[in-house]
T-cell receptor
């Protein structure tokens, strides 16, 4: 299930489950969106991106959905694995500026 | 080569010290960025360089001074920092319309 802590929302799932991480963005001028994965002590790692002229994009085990009407982005991870445990950030680009959302910690139990 | 390399990985400095963080990329990217990240928080943009010119400064205190010597290098000069400046400093680069690639960061501790 999902819990919202003082700083970082956490999503706990079992290995093999599908995970959905949500993000609300703020800038109507944003035209490009990225999901990053950040493991402890490392820099953000690109997962998947989507441009504002699309509403869905699929990668390997990951799908990003974009709803511009309500300024909402989601990341779906199929068959979640323990190695997927990390903090996930959405980021929006507007006028050469890449701004990150608050992040969600994904915890995958074996 | 899809790497952004940051040095040093860790840095401890006193409040009267002067130090520099370094970032290098060889992907031909024309935009380079400095971000600051506190624990359990998202990265916050500090500076953007586009074609070696400073294009965005997000109201960063003058004790942080960026420099872009050439299209592959980005430095962040630090002087008279405060303990609250302790954080993970991330460098990134991108082609302007594409994803930003991040380095592993420099973990800075100000004592």
């Amino acid at each position: 299930g999902e819990s919202v802590g003082l700083h970082l929302p956490t999503l706990s799932v079992q290995e093999g489950d599908n995970s959905i991480i949500n993000c609300a963005y703020s800038n109507s001028a944003s035209d490009y969106f990225i999901w990053y994965k950040q493991e402890s002590g490392k820099g953000p790692q690109f997962i998947i991106d989507i441009r504002s002229n699309m509403d869905k994009r699929q990668g390997q085990r990951v799908t990003v959905l974009l709803n511009k009407t309500v300024k909402h982005l989601s990341l779906q991870i199929a068959a979640t694995q323990p190695g997927d445990s990390a903090v996930y950030f959405c980021a929006e680009r507007a006028y050469s500026t890449l701004t990150f959302g608050k992040g969600t910690m994904l915890l995958v139990s074996p | 080569d899809t790497e952004v390399t940051q040095t040093p990985k860790h840095l401890v400095m006193g409040m009267t010290n002067k130090k520099s963080l370094k970032c290098e990329q060889h992907m031909g990217h024309r935009a380079m960025y400095w971000y600051k990240q506190k624990a359990k928080k998202p990265p916050e943009l500090m500076f953007v360089y586009s074609y070696e010119k400073l294009s965005i400064n997000e109201s960063v205190p003058s004790r942080f001074s960026p420099e872009c010597p050439n299209s592959s290098l980005l430095n962040l000069h630090l002087h008279a920092l405060q303990p609250e400046d302790s954080a993970l400093y991330l460098c990134a680069s991108s082609q302007e319309e594409d994803e930003a690639f991040f380095g592993q960061g420099t973990r800075l501790t100000v004592v």
